[in-house]
């Protein structure tokens, strides 16, 4: 099994539900609290296993934003797991999740100047690292409904722009939208096997104008008067 | 699969609905409570609105709950000290309210129109509204003056229904979607929602915006408009339609006015009005006969287009052949706007032939039988599937009344109106055009008003002026200078108060509403109008009372503080006599509970307001013991009705909970709310779904719930006769009041106009374009608007100091790089701000997030926070007067001359690099002390409701680390 995200780059408008929503669910879960600092200060940050960047691609007038939403992407080879000197950062061997050990992240940060995508967050209260668990603790709490059994993220997302799932499962929805979308990985060059995918934007459908375009055009309204229509 | 450990104990938690109030969308939530502290909040799939998503605001509601800024009791201005300088000392609400119900009774029994009471963005305008009319003042109003009238009462004089809350897309079956200017505001999760669903239909999304962000980055295509030029390019489309004849001629007979006679006698009194019988019934031609007859019938043919001559001999034209005529006119071709617009020509015809042809070559017809408010049934409904949504961005430019009926006069040419895959109205919208209510005018010592202060004018003789054609309301609106100010102004109460213009006033209520910051224009002057004094040593205002659940800047300025509660405090009703949740399907009504318990000395300020009624003897809240009829904010909801069986929730009426929409009232009428998660629906029949201005069926029903008075057909206006009453009144052509000053005429005589016209946004009349060459805007961030804390720990890490965002190449081409610190000028003031070139903004416009910017101290944050040494207002730029050019303008307010909308947008600038080391946010204002009591800002946050729970981990699993390969 090969769990992970498949993500919408057509529908996120970058509105950061899936952050707040992943902050809120794991500040209370299996690695919190989500330490913030300066919280009513100068330059507040904090702990955060999801962000939206935005891009701009093209120049003006053809310019297009884009919004990425970043987390960790679960990699099959994981260099953050490889360098790690405690056996902290493990992948599941269930699932293929990538997770930090509390217990045993003695906050070297090595993991994270391995991890290409940014996706490692020190909390530097706690002095460990922490990440995305892709909600450990609602994927697998039976008590939750089954529709609830999903990453806080997925669920949250008003663009449904989130997809959760086994990339193992050709009949999965995500391995599925990854078929027929030409869904991608994140810098795929660097060999560590992202399991989290990006479906690219759509290609608009060109509308026809030749049906409606008159070839003598209207010039004035005696051409419209004497019509006749029952109201 | 490996057992897992238990993560958390669920029997400690419980698990409650109510209703979000991080913005002003009202998504259902449930919320896991742990402890009396919020585990988690999450959207409610079973709710209309959200169906289980929910925005981030939605999702930072935790931290709303654990501000430091929460007020934590009632406060006085500290005896001996000056107003803003932020020295407080606790009251009891005992003490606090025999002080307030003193003067207010005193001001009631004297001279009513001296308490002021204006809202903020509260949702609760129905109560409030029944608060100020029972007390007897024409002073209330709510924030709409500055936010959302004109897209309100464009709809509403013109459909009936509005974008804004008052209708949605057809999200399920359009097939074409025009997003007109920055619509983040109104509804947060709905558009995202609807965006998505349009998206993997192949449904195509054009965006006509200066900026590209939010929901324009994910558009098919961009117009990169120059702002206050929307209406131009509507009527371009227009041209284009008429030219191709691509409009929907039976739709126009059978639900328009269109085929209408109206006066032709031009310089003449009654001129331009609607030819009518003696009975007042509009008066059409009928090509059978040849004569005139009453255009409310149906089996005859109207002529659309024509010339006649009325049986009085007054020569008459159809309403389209006026429409017809104006538009076809070459000054609205797409190659004579293009460069006003910023638009190639190219694009702007092309945009009206694709939605002409999604329009009439991808017609939707969906069979159901169903039966138009005349009697005659009908098969099916037919559609046209292209579909529209506007707010902020055309509303805050004064000519955004005008613009916005532009837009629906494109869409009602198409036929797009409450049709399948068009603009679909919701419950209890649509109304009669416009809507039965005219605002109060007279008052007296102990006395309600007769009708609500705000109404819908429909001609001179509904202003609010005195015999002298002077203003009666504080704010100005309904007189000359805003004759439609349907939801009053504002941002005008300040500065005409402390001016006495029209006269002086004694006790000023502000409820959630920042009005010495970023909620009022030309901030730093009124921060001063509200510190002065007369010679008599008396504040020009005399008494500030300020209502808020946190310590904003305007709490600063209070003389009295009444703390109010969070959402998740108290109970609250997103009623049906206000703005409802409803969907265009179903009529839907809400209210909120308290999930946590209250561990400061706060009420909430609904609560409040009962009290205070039914101290001052309020008629409606006093029983015939002349003691308090309610004992509290819920009993009010259940037992007020607004008449017969009509109360504040539409659900669960009757004395056993069955009746919906109408009945008496049920006293278990809150449990069922709380069992039904808070909220109640009804759904419309399919025979109801659509044509609902004509359609019997639906018509019946809104009659029996009290939406519309009567079930006669709702008949869109093209043309609007309200307009050019106002006109004629103008150029002195009106029998009826009429203005004497000049500018008075000009203004009625230039703006007002029975068809949508387009005219500059009035600053840019008024200031000299080459010496503020840029368009300032802006916007308030997805994750932030209309939640009234950005204070928010989480959400301010997201964005804590905005940025003056300006097109990359033309900041190059001045010499202006990326992160420079630059001052921006207006006729009006200058700031300092930082720069964020982009791309996605239109050469000639500079934008910033609206609402970062705070005063150092004021909403828990420390004196360095970012938000006042980097963030900064627009709003020192904007004057609350139009500018200064020495004439009788001078002293009129920058609104739209329509409607009095606050015209944010209308702001031109000029741009100059700072010096070297002029860096930070300017102006900078002194610190607001913390409050008596208030709790001391953390640095260090580090929220959770229960320990974590590790996983374990065999030693061979952490050798192995897992799955791992190498």
Request: charged share 25%; net charge neutral.
């Amino acid at each position: 099994m090969r769990l992970g995200l498949v993500i919408d780059l057509d529908t996120c408008v970058g509105c950061h539900a899936c952050a707040v929503a992943c902050k809120q669910w794991n500040t209370s879960g299996t690695t919190g609290p989500l330490t913030d600092i300066a919280a009513y200060g100068a330059e507040p940050s904090g702990v955060w296993f999801n962000r939206i960047r935005h891009y701009e691609v093209g120049d003006y007038p053809n310019n297009k934003t884009v919004n990425m939403p970043m987390s960790c992407m679960h990699c099959e080879d994981a260099d953050c797991v490889t360098v790690c000197p405690t056996g902290a950062s493990y992948k599941r061997k269930e699932d293929g999740i990538v997770l930090v050990d509390q217990d045993k992240c003695m906050g070297c940060n090595l993991c994270a100047w391995a991890c290409p995508y940014g996706a490692r967050e020190l909390d530097p209260v706690d002095g460990v690292m922490k990440k995305c668990t892709l909600c450990i603790d609602r994927i697998y709490d039976e008590t939750l409904e089954p529709e609830d059994r999903q990453p806080a993220c997925v669920i949250t997302c008003p663009a449904h722009a989130r997809f959760f799932g086994d990339l193992d499962d050709p009949d999965s929805q995500v391995s599925r939208l990854t078929r027929e979308r030409a869904g991608q990985t994140l810098m795929p060059e660097l060999g560590y096997k992202p399991t989290n995918t990006y479906l690219p934007p759509r290609v608009t459908r060109p509308v026809p104008t030749d049906d409606v375009r008159r070839k003598s055009l209207i010039s004035s309204v005696k051409e419209w008067v004497n019509q006749a229509i029952v109201r | 699969m490996k057992a897992l450990p238990k993560f958390e104990d669920h029997s400690r938690q419980d698990t409650r609905y109510t209703t979000c109030y991080m913005c002003a969308c009202r998504c259902g939530i449930k919320v896991t409570v742990e402890d009396n502290k919020v585990r988690y909040i999450q959207g409610n799939r079973n709710h209309p609105v959200n169906k289980g998503v929910l925005c981030a605001k939605g999702n930072a509601g935790i931290m709303k709950q654990q501000s430091p800024a929460r007020l934590q009791q009632p406060l006085m201005r500290k005896p001996g000290t000056e107003r803003g300088e932020g020295e407080f000392e606790p009251i009891s609400w005992h003490d606090a309210l025999n002080l307030l119900t003193d003067r207010l009774a005193k001001i009631r029994s004297t001279d009513p129109k001296k308490l002021a009471f204006f809202t903020g963005r509260d949702q609760m305008q129905a109560l409030t509204g029944l608060w100020a009319t029972q007390f007897g003042t024409i002073n209330w109003a709510a924030h709409g003056g500055f936010c959302s009238v004109n897209m309100a009462s464009a709809g509403l004089y013109t459909m009936g229904h509005a974008f804004w809350e008052f209708g949605d897309p057809d999200w399920e079956r359009t097939k074409y979607f025009m997003l007109w200017g920055v619509a983040e505001d109104h509804a947060s999760n709905p558009i995202k929602m609807g965006i998505e669903q349009i998206k993997r239909r192949g449904a195509k999304f054009v965006s006509v915006n200066p900026v590209r962000t939010g929901y324009q980055a994910v558009a098919d295509e961009w117009v990169a408009i120059r702002p206050g030029t929307d209406g131009l390019l509507a009527l371009a489309m227009i041209h284009v339609l008429l030219r191709n004849d691509c409009i929907d001629q039976a739709f126009l007979v059978r639900y328009t006015n269109a085929p209408w006679l109206v006066v032709d006698t031009p310089g003449q009194k009654g001129h331009g009005l609607i030819l009518r019988d003696k009975k007042g019934k509009p008066l059409c031609w009928d090509q059978d006969t040849n004569a005139v007859t009453d255009a409310s019938q149906v089996e005859i043919q109207p002529a659309l287009f024509g010339e006649y001559t009325a049986p009085d001999g007054r020569p008459v034209k159809t309403v389209m052949t006026l429409l017809a005529e104006r538009y076809l006119n070459a000054q609205y071709a797409p190659e004579n706007v293009a460069d006003r617009c910023g638009v190639p020509a190219e694009q702007i015809e092309r945009l009206a032939l694709e939605m002409a042809h999604v329009a009439f070559k991808e017609t939707i017809e969906i069979e159901c039988q169903w039966t138009d408010a005349y009697g005659r049934t009908h098969d099916r409904f037919v559609g046209r599937p292209v579909s529209m949504h506007a707010m902020r961005g055309i509303s805050a430019h004064s000519n955004g009344f005008q613009t916005c009926r532009a837009i629906h006069l494109l869409q009602i040419l198409m036929g797009t109106i409450d049709v399948p895959g068009g603009h679909l109205s919701k419950p209890p919208y649509p109304k009669h055009i416009p809507p039965g209510i005219k605002p109060a005018r007279e008052m007296a010592p102990n006395t309600p008003l007769k009708s609500p202060p705000l109404g819908f004018p429909t001609g001179p003789e509904d202003l609010v002026i005195d015999k002298q054609g002077n203003p009666l309301r504080i704010d100005k609106a309904y007189s000359w200078d805003a004759p439609m100010a349907n939801h009053g102004l504002m941002h005008m109460v300040i500065t005409n108060a402390v001016k006495g213009d029209p006269y002086p006033i004694d006790t000023l209520i502000l409820f959630m509403a920042n009005m010495s910051w970023n909620s009022t224009m030309n901030t730093s002057q009124v921060m001063d109008m509200l510190r002065e004094k007369g010679e008599d040593g008396e504040y020009k205002i005399p008494f500030l009372v300020v209502s808020d659940a946190f310590h904003s800047e305007t709490v600063n300025f209070a003389d009295l503080v009444l703390p109010d509660c969070t959402y998740l405090e108290r109970h609250d009703t997103i009623s049906m006599l206000d703005r409802p949740i409803s969907e265009p399907h179903a009529a839907a009504d809400s209210i909120r509970q308290p999930i946590l318990e209250k561990d400061r000395d706060v009420r909430p300020w609904q609560e409040v307001l009962v009290d205070l009624a039914g101290r001052l003897k309020f008629p409606a809240f006093t029983g015939e013991d002349g003691k308090p009829r309610y004992t509290s904010y819920q009993d009010f909801i259940v037992n007020f009705q607004k008449e017969p069986g009509i109360g504040f929730l539409a659900g669960w009426r009757g004395e056993n909970g069955d009746q919906d929409l109408r009945g008496d009232p049920n006293p278990q009428q809150w449990e069922a709310y709380a069992k039904n998660q808070c909220f109640f629906v009804h759904h419309l029949e399919d025979s109801q779904k659509y044509y609902r201005y004509c359609n019997q069926d639906y018509l019946t029903l809104a009659r029996h719930a009290g939406w519309v008075g009567s079930t006669d057909p709702i008949v869109l206006e093209l043309y609007s006769e309200t307009q050019q009453r106002f006109k004629l009144a103008g150029q002195g052509l009106y029998d009826g009041p009429c203005p004497t000053r000049e500018e008075h005429k000009d203004r009625l005589t230039r703006y007002f106009d029975p068809l949508p016209i387009w005219h500059p946004p009035l600053e840019h009349d008024r200031v000299d374009a080459d010496a503020y060459p840029f368009h300032a805007i802006t916007q308030r961030p997805m994750f932030m608007y209309h939640s009234w804390d950005s204070q928010n720990a989480w959400l301010r890490q997201i964005c804590a100091g905005n940025r003056l965002y300006m097109n990359r190449g033309r900041a190059h081409s001045m010499g202006i790089e990326d992160d420079a610190w630059v001052w921006v000028e207006s006729h009006h003031g200058r700031i300092r701000a930082q720069v964020k070139l982009i791309e996605a903004v239109e050469p000639d416009t500079v934008w910033t997030w609206n609402a970062i910017g705070k005063q150092a101290g004021a909403w828990g944050l420390s004196a360095d926070a970012d938000e006042s040494r980097k963030g900064f207002l627009l709003n020192h730029l904007i004057s609350e007067l139009l500018p200064q050019k020495g004439d009788g303008l001078d002293n009129v307010t920058n609104s739209d001359p329509v409607t009095g909308q606050a015209a944010w947008y209308d702001l031109r600038v000029k741009i100059t690099p700072a010096k070297p080391g002029e860096v930070g946010s300017w102006p900078q204002f002194d610190q607001v002390k913390p409050l008596p009591g208030m709790a001391v800002s953390p640095s260090a946050l580090r929220y959770q409701t229960h320990r974590a729970v590790n996983l374990k981990r065999s030693l061979w699993d952490v050798l192995m680390r897992g799955k791992h390969r190498r």
